[in-house]
């Protein structure tokens, strides 16, 4: 939880501060096709601002924003693409170009990853929207901080 905060905190300007209507609030209440709800996966509440949990959170985040280096900052870039999902097929791509070519297996790879990244991300927003915890404040931001809640992240 921390590590997503360093990546995407705040420290943005006006213009890029929370506002209007989330992305697609509603999407913590899509169907799933593997899970039978989206609360499936348990998603514990993130500490409450304030407490000794919450303070020390903030911290890592802090710290980890200031030790930020250029290969995490690649690394935050790459996971960050529009939408989540697309770097994990990217990746599946790679692993899949890397090999002998077996198209039904591949096929059906893309198809399995697709389906568990599509029913992890509705659970994620299902948590999103449940938790409505904002982005960390007083955070150098590595991307300006979205309208949507922060946590949990559907990135990673």
């Known amino acids: ?30 169907k799933t096709w593997v899970l039978s709800s989206p609360g499936q996966i348990a998603v514990p509440p993130p500490p409450a601002p304030g ?15 200031k030790a930020r280096t250029p290969g995490a900052e690649r690394g935050a870039r790459f996971w960050n ?11 599946s791509f790679d692993v899949v170009a890397s090999r002998a070519k077996d198209p039904v297996a591949a096929s ?22 449940r938790y409505r915890r904002s982005a960390p404040e007083g955070v150098d931001a590595l991307f300006a901080r979205g309208p949507d809640p922060s946590y949990p992240s559907e990135r990673r």
């Not at 995407?8 to 989330?22: F, H, L, Q, T």
């Not at 407490?51 to 924003?65: F, I, N, Q, T, Y």
């Open 1 to 30: 939880m921390a590590i997503a905060g360093a990546l995407v905190g705040s420290g943005c300007g006006e213009a890029e501060k929370r506002a209007g209507p989330g992305a697609e609030p509603s999407a913590g209440g899509w």
């Open 108 to 129: 059906r790879a893309y198809g399995l990853l697709s389906v568990a990244m599509y029913d992890a991300t509705v659970a994620a927003w299902r948590a999103k929207y």
């Open 81 to 91: 693409r529009q939408p989540a999902m697309e770097p994990w097929l990217q990746v």
């Open 51 to 65: 407490s000794p949990a919450g303070k020390a959170d903030l911290a890592e985040v802090r710290r980890l924003a």
